[in-house]
């Protein structure tokens, strides 16, 4: 996939998936028109050098943190821990996987949702969402996610 319409239109067809499917590290990919806006943008949203997301399984449930680089040498930092739990798409009313942050964490982070479902074994296609008047009725912001 190429392009935010594509990913959007192959969103609607691919399947569900559990929670425990996404354990493991995956680095994120943006595509175009969002390849070079969406990296600084993150950066300027407290995600500099932003890289992907890593999950775990602990006690039957799913958690997440978000993964970036840092600024010289050494290994991926984590950031904004994330919760995990199958729901209703936003974007199509099928099930997904839907990461959320804690109402504590800093905006706009405790409004963002990103909603994932499998692409290939090792590649999910999720669609970002903000819960705010106005704007959770917008298309999601595509990107994609591969296991690494």
Do not use: Q
């Not at 499917?21 to 994120?28: I, P, S, W």
């Not at 595509?31 to 500099?48: D, Q």
């Not at 993964?67 to 974007?91: F, I």
């Amino acid at each position: 996939m190429t392009s935010t319409r594509e990913l959007r239109h192959v969103w609607t067809g691919l399947p569900a998936a559990r929670p425990a499917d996404l354990v493991g590290t995956f680095e994120a990919s943006f595509v175009r028109p969002l390849t070079h806006v969406s990296p600084p943008g993150l950066g300027l949203l407290g995600l500099p050098r932003w890289y992907g997301k890593r999950f775990t399984l602990d006690a039957g449930t799913v958690h997440g943190l978000n993964l970036v680089r840092p600024r010289a040498g050494g290994g991926l930092t984590t950031t904004l821990p994330m919760n995990v739990e199958v729901a209703a798409s936003y974007a199509d009313g099928r099930p997904c996987l839907a990461i959320t942050y804690d109402a504590g964490a800093p905006r706009p982070w405790r409004w963002v949702r990103d909603e994932v479902r499998p692409w290939t074994d090792d590649r999910y296609v999720a669609l970002t969402f903000v819960s705010r008047p106005g704007l959770r009725r917008l298309p999601g912001v595509p990107f994609l996610l591969t296991r690494r």
